[in-house]
């Protein structure tokens, strides 16, 4: 049954859902672009998918981008100060996010549309910035690509070695939470020994 309603899902319905996780976080990557591969019937259909969820994924990033540039810096910062838990977006995220792109925005942004999070909220301090855009966006759509075809061509891959579609979307999610979190303490630890070796004596 879940098979049947993937499958029949339209490219405009594969747009509006990567659209929409840009937004409202409520279906998590991990499972909605599993979901969106397996419903591919084969490696064409894989690839237009992943494009066209790619090309949702960047309307969003847009919107976040000029939102930013629109508000400005300091009502930003009130908002998500007052409003940005609803969404995810914690002030220590959107300060750190802000920070990095202070500091050293080449790369960043490819780097952090392959980091849950942090790809939905990116552009906003990037609007902000007005880093310019057009880098932005480049450097945007290739990373949210290859994030939406890792985890779209695991779930179409695992599909089509016979793993029902409920099955393989719930092993590439715990798959990647498990990764999430090690990547995490491995940071944390690396981060903490290189504080304490900063110290003096």
Do not use: N
Request: charged residues 15%; contains cysteine; hydrophobic residues 55%.
């Amino acid at each position: 049954m879940l098979d049947t309603l993937l499958r029949a899902a339209s490219m405009e319905a594969v747009f509006l859902a990567a659209l929409i996780e840009k937004f409202i976080p409520i279906l998590p990557s991990y499972l909605l672009y599993p979901m969106i591969g397996i419903g591919a019937e084969d490696g064409w259909a894989l690839a237009m998918r992943c494009l066209v969820a790619t090309a949702g994924s960047m309307g969003g990033a847009v919107a976040w981008y000029w939102l930013g540039a629109w508000v400005g810096e300091r009502r930003t910062q009130a908002l998500v100060e007052r409003h940005g838990r609803w969404l995810l977006l914690s002030p220590a995220l959107y300060g750190r996010l802000m920070a990095d792109y202070r500091r050293k925005p080449a790369g960043l942004t490819f780097i952090g549309q392959l980091i849950p999070t942090v790809r939905i909220f990116q552009a906003l301090p990037a609007g902000v910035l007005r880093l310019p855009q057009m880098p932005f966006l480049m450097a945007t759509a290739l990373g949210s690509l290859c994030w939406i075809a890792l985890l779209a061509g695991s779930g179409h891959f695992l599909h089509r070695l016979g793993w029902e579609a409920g099955e393989a979307g719930l092993t590439v999610l715990g798959t990647m939470v498990v990764l999430e979190v090690g990547a995490a303490l491995v940071t944390r630890a690396v981060r903490r020994r290189s504080r304490l070796a900063s110290q003096p004596g």
